[in-house]
């Protein structure tokens, strides 16, 4: 073995030299050539030079593409975390960052940083990659939508959808009559613009309604569910809608357009007859990513293309095929997760924020000059709002709602958002719109995507929906929050083993929460389902009563004290947590959670937990004399061995506080931190202030402690504890 190993050295050395002796020649073969060369250029054209370089690797694609992904992502992202701040979506900054990107804002401040960031030979290549994110974002969309709605929607549900549609479509042919003479563009014919302002009118942004309402916490009332059902057939018959008025426009007239809007109803019966079906069954077969192959996910790729191309051809838009494409897809959630999570994130991280910009280079606000004009943008955003708002109401009336079911409906009907945009896009690429109004309709989408939030807050306000809050059912509360599933089962577990069958009333709160705000519908249900499993089990197991609660926010630590102050818990159990350059287990979200919250807070930090069998409670003697009480708590099962540590104190103080403490604790005499004894125990129950001074005078074993239960003591005590006491 030493002697191959020896001769391979000797043969890769070799190699090295041969190598090394053949640049050493080449170098001195070329010298006089290259300083010949060199010699031409002088050290004054090197910046020059360099820069030169530099812009044509920026001018040409992929750098200036590459140079505009990383400012639209920054910008897109900043602006959104800004509105989301404020109670807006995320996708209102992310608008607003397309037009501040746009010529009304930095082509206007620095138009010379403008050009040079979006020249206009890279303009066409970033429309063409924000249609493919569009394209990508409606597939999404199409399978978001709940086609089991038509189905399960009362003639309630039916009647306020159409109402929302019809009003504002009517409302805005009556606003085209006004605006036709002196906004339309020449070639258009008024059936064309009037049409087409009708259907601008009548959009509902059913993405963004989606996720106020998820926001808001109605997903599971009677008014979410109501406002998802109406925005669901809503958006299905506008985008039909639609097809026929982009038909209409493209063939010239209305006689023209029958054989266009013939083949649209025969390939929308094409894609329910047949290819739903169809995909259903290769649902019911491929219903897990197990089983999810690479020729199944390229099948659904090229449906989706394929779909876009034939409703293009057929004279109606691609977005339209890609829609329906997702529309068909099975009802599997199982199905639709994997290709939301294969196409999620880069079209609405990085695809869709280019559709942003594209279409704040397209709008120019300055064009909105004078006060006349500016009152003609005032016009459309209240002729939009008054004919949804209304239509909604009044329909919501008279099926027989409640005034905060109604008023709530119309105030969630009225964002347009997103959607907006995409059918103003489509009408500006047609010819029918004018730069002029397309920027009144711009502002018009923010305006009515922008007041839902305080629209909803006015509404609660004035009519404020009574009946909605759970009973206190049982006598005790304690309530748990975890974002891991796993933790969520740990929690349970311990709560379980800290109450004594005497207090089998207790409900049990979990709390799980998804950081995400931008989740839709579906994987929202797939999340809460998913999150609980674990943690149900446990209960089912055990027989506890469970409540559970989902939610989807990037405001983690605030949803936390906000269900703690609604919920009213005895107490609060969470797991540790540490930020990703600190080893602080009660670092991240809990510091803001520990000292907000009006209820104690216990930290589990779980080390292989699963039976409490020993327990030590450290003792400072500084406040801390409720860790007896949650001891006294442990204490009901008489096969627990509990260890008491304490420093600084006089052995007599020691002892008063031991034998008052009601609990058979045995004093543990030098170092807690011996790592034999550390593993003999399955709990320590410490405070947040003496694992605070633990931490900064020692440096603690952390792996070999067993599960940690830190407390932090509200100041009030809780009734629980009380309890305890008294059957003491």
């Not at 207790?506 to 249900?525: G, M, Q």
């Not at 149900?536 to 990037?554: C, S």
């Amino acid at each position: 073995m030493k002697k191959r190993f020896f001769l391979f050295f000797l043969l890769f050395l070799s190699i090295l030299t041969a190598i090394w002796v053949i640049f050493s020649n080449g170098n001195s073969l070329y010298a006089n050539e290259l300083s010949e060369t060199s010699s031409n250029i002088s050290l004054a054209s090197l910046p020059g030079l360099k820069l030169s370089i530099l812009t044509d690797k920026l001018v040409n694609a992929p750098g200036i593409l590459i140079l505009q992904l990383i400012i639209i992502m920054l910008v897109a992202r900043l602006m959104g975390y800004l509105f989301q701040l404020i109670g807006q979506p995320m996708v209102i900054g992310e608008i607003v960052a397309g037009l501040l990107l746009g010529p009304s804002v930095l082509g206007s401040i620095a138009p010379g940083i403008s050009a040079a960031i979006f020249p206009p030979a890279s303009v066409d290549i970033l429309q063409q990659f924000s249609q493919l994110g569009l394209i990508f974002f409606m597939f999404i969309i199409g399978m978001e939508l709940d086609t089991q709605s038509f189905k399960k929607s009362a003639n309630k549900a039916i009647l306020i959808s159409a109402a929302s549609i019809v009003i504002p479509f009517i409302s805005g042919i009556m606003l085209a009559y006004y605006l036709y003479p002196g906004f339309a563009i020449h070639k258009i014919r008024f059936t064309s613009f009037a049409l087409f302002m009708g259907t601008t009118m009548s959009i509902t942004a059913f993405p963004i309604l989606a996720r106020i309402v998820q926001e808001r916490k109605l997903t599971k009332t009677e008014q979410g569910t109501m406002a998802i059902s109406v925005a669901a057939i809503g958006d299905v018959v506008a985008w039909c809608v639609l097809a026929i008025v982009i038909a209409i426009v493209k063939a010239g007239g209305l006689s023209h357009s029958f054989l266009t809007i013939g083949l649209s109803f025969a390939y929308i019966a094409f894609m329910f007859l047949i290819i739903k079906p169809l995909m259903f069954r290769i649902g019911r077969v491929y219903a897990s990513r197990e089983a999810m192959s690479k020729p199944i996910v390229a099948l659904v790729f090229l449906l989706m293309l394929l779909s876009s191309l034939i409703t293009e051809v057929i004279g109606i838009h691609a977005l339209f095929g890609a829609f329906m494409a997702g529309v068909v897809m099975p009802d599997n959630l199982s199905f639709k997760r994997v290709f939301m999570e294969k196409i999620e994130d880069v079209a609405l991280v990085i695809l869709l924020p280019l559709f942003f910009v594209a279409t704040g280079l397209r709008t120019e606000i300055g064009l909105i000059n004078t006060g006349h004009l500016w009152f003609i943008c005032a016009v459309i955003t209240l002729v939009a709002i008054v004919g949804k708002f209304g239509g909604t109401l009044i329909a919501s009336k008279y099926a027989g709602l409640s005034w905060n079911h109604s008023l709530t409906l119309g105030v969630l009907m009225n964002a347009k958002g997103l959607m907006e945009l995409i059918v103003l896009n489509i009408g500006y690429d047609l010819g029918i719109l004018s730069p002029e109004i397309f920027a009144m309709l711009v502002i018009m989408a923010l305006a009515t995507t922008l007041i839902t939030g305080p629209g909803l807050n006015l509404v609660n306000y004035f009519y404020p929906e009574t009946g909605n809050g759970m009973p206190r059912e049982k006598t005790y509360k304690i309530m748990l929050s975890f974002a891991n599933p796993k933790m969520g089962s740990n929690l349970l577990n311990l709560a379980n083993q800290m109450v004594s069958r005497k207090a089998s009333e207790t409900i049990f709160t979990a709390l799980h929460i998804s950081p995400r705000s931008d989740l839709s519908p579906d994987n929202a249900r797939i999340f809460e389902k998913e999150g609980f499993a674990p943690i149900r089990r446990v209960a089912e197991d055990n027989k506890l009563a469970l409540h559970t609660i989902y939610r989807n926010t990037n405001e983690i630590s605030a949803e936390i004290i906000n269900t703690c102050e609604r919920e009213k818990p005895d107490f609060l159990i969470v797991g540790s947590a540490r930020t990703i350059f600190s080893t602080d287990i009660l670092g991240g979200i809990l510091k803001r959670i520990i000292h907000e919250s009006d209820c104690d807070v216990l930290i589990f930090n779980e080390r292989n937990f699963n039976e409490i069998r020993s327990v030590l409670v450290v003792y400072f003697g500084n406040g801390d004399d409720y860790l007896f009480d949650y001891a006294r708590i442990l204490n009901h099962n008489s096969n627990r061995r509990f260890f008491a540590y304490h420093r600084g104190l006089e052995n007599k103080d020691s002892a008063n506080a031991f034998a008052s403490s009601g609990i058979p604790l045995e004093s543990v005499s030098g170092s807690i931190l011996d790592t034999g004894f550390l593993q003999s125990l399955d709990l320590i129950i410490v405070s947040e202030e003496n694992w605070k001074l633990l931490e900064n005078k020692h440096n603690l074993p952390i792996n070999y402690f067993p599960s940690l239960l830190i407390i932090h003591k509200s100041g009030v005590k809780n009734r629980l504890l009380k309890a305890y006491e008294t059957d003491q």
